[in-house]
């Protein structure tokens, strides 16, 4: 079986404290995080038993997971198994990066958000840079927040021009892009325009639930984070009989990491391996 998992424990902290963000400086308990370490230790475990599968895994955090011990010493131990294909991480990089000498560069891949209002330009471009002299490959993106539209022009003069940079629309806002506005952040990410929509899903395609599912750190599978009815978990003997394409039963979708995988919008061909961090095709080839 092949097969992208898109894991997301219990752990909502974050060190960060971006006034958009639900998660700023969220502190947990001891408790909290020895349940959140305990999820992961089991899902490592189980993915240890699945030799004859194919796997890439993708951490998608509600807050900032890689500043945590038991992540880092996760990701070292799945990149060094046979059935893993690749393991992805979303995180803000504000760690040392020590660590990753640990891993298998091959199959690591990051997907580092810069926060401006968090971080200086230079220490996120110096921890880019640590990464790609690892040879670990990255995305790097930002939220499009019109204040911040000079900082993020300035990121991608700086940027090598192999690093994608992507720009999250800020939808929740509500607000709409004046025409120049939109303009230079097209000039900036080609895609940005997908990302502004919420696009059509209800009755269409999508290879969530089939090829791609979401896992919570109870091993409960749902077929995207978007969607929250069970169908099935990772831990029961027959989890892979409930795994089935379908038509989405969500009216819209409007984050990447679920709309990516629509049928309808064909971006398996514009991303294709750099489908879960975040990388176009053609990036790989400059």
């Given at each position: 079986m092949k097969l992208s998992i898109l894991y997301r424990g219990p752990l909502s902290s974050c060190n960060y404290?971006?006034?958009?963000?639900?998660f700023a400086?969220?502190?947990?308990?001891?408790?909290?995080?020895k349940t959140d370490r305990r999820a992961l230790e089991k899902f490592g475990d189980w993915i240890s038993t699945r030799k004859q599968d194919r796997l890439s895994i993708f951490f998608t955090p509600w807050g900032e997971a890689l500043t945590r011990r038991w992540y880092q010493e996760a990701i070292c131990h799945l990149t060094s198994l046979d059935q893993i294909e690749k393991v992805v991480a979303q995180t803000n990089l504000s760690y040392n990066l020590d660590w990753i000498e640990n891993a298998n560069a091959q199959k690591l891949?990051?997907?580092?958000?810069?926060?401006?209002?968090?971080?200086?330009?230079?220490?996120?471009?110096?921890?880019?840079?640590?990464?790609?002299q690892r040879g670990?490959?990255?995305?790097?993106?930002?939220v499009g927040l019109p204040e911040d539209?000079?900082?993020?022009?300035?990121?991608?003069?700086?940027?090598?021009?192999?690093?994608?940079?992507?720009?999250?629309?800020?939808?929740?806002?509500?607000?709409?892009?004046?025409?120049?506005t939109l303009k230079?952040?097209?000039?900036?990410?080609?895609?940005?325009?997908?990302?502004?929509?919420?696009?059509?899903?209800?009755?269409?395609?999508?290879?969530?639930?089939s090829s791609v599912i979401s896992v919570d750190g109870t091993g409960t599978i749902f077929r995207c984070h978007f969607?929250?009815?069970?169908?099935?978990?990772?831990?029961?003997?027959?989890?892979?009989?409930?795994?089935?394409?379908?038509?989405?039963?969500?009216?819209?979708?409007?984050?990447?990491?679920?709309?990516?995988?629509?049928?309808?919008?064909?971006l398996y061909s514009v991303f294709q391996e750099g489908i879960l961090e975040r990388i176009p095709f053609h990036y790989r080839q400059v």
């Amino acid at each position: 079986m092949k097969l992208s998992i898109l894991y997301r424990g219990p752990l909502s902290s974050c060190n960060y404290d971006c006034h958009y963000c639900p998660f700023a400086k969220v502190h947990e308990t001891a408790a909290e995080l020895k349940t959140d370490r305990r999820a992961l230790e089991k899902f490592g475990d189980w993915i240890s038993t699945r030799k004859q599968d194919r796997l890439s895994i993708f951490f998608t955090p509600w807050g900032e997971a890689l500043t945590r011990r038991w992540y880092q010493e996760a990701i070292c131990h799945l990149t060094s198994l046979d059935q893993i294909e690749k393991v992805v991480a979303q995180t803000n990089l504000s760690y040392n990066l020590d660590w990753i000498e640990n891993a298998n560069a091959q199959k690591l891949a990051l997907w580092c958000t810069y926060h401006p209002s968090q971080t200086t330009r230079k220490k996120f471009l110096s921890q880019s840079q640590q990464l790609s002299q690892r040879g670990i490959s990255h995305s790097v993106g930002t939220v499009g927040l019109p204040e911040d539209l000079e900082e993020i022009e300035q990121l991608r003069r700086e940027l090598p021009p192999d690093i994608y940079l992507w720009v999250n629309a800020y939808k929740s806002s509500g607000k709409k892009y004046n025409d120049d506005t939109l303009k230079r952040f097209e000039t900036i990410d080609p895609l940005f325009q997908l990302n502004t929509q919420y696009h059509s899903s209800l009755g269409r395609s999508c290879r969530c639930g089939s090829s791609v599912i979401s896992v919570d750190g109870t091993g409960t599978i749902f077929r995207c984070h978007f969607m929250k009815e069970p169908i099935g978990n990772i831990y029961e003997s027959d989890f892979e009989s409930h795994l089935q394409e379908s038509p989405c039963t969500n009216q819209t979708c409007g984050c990447h990491i679920g709309y990516v995988h629509m049928d309808d919008l064909e971006l398996y061909s514009v991303f294709q391996e750099g489908i879960l961090e975040r990388i176009p095709f053609h990036y790989r080839q400059v």
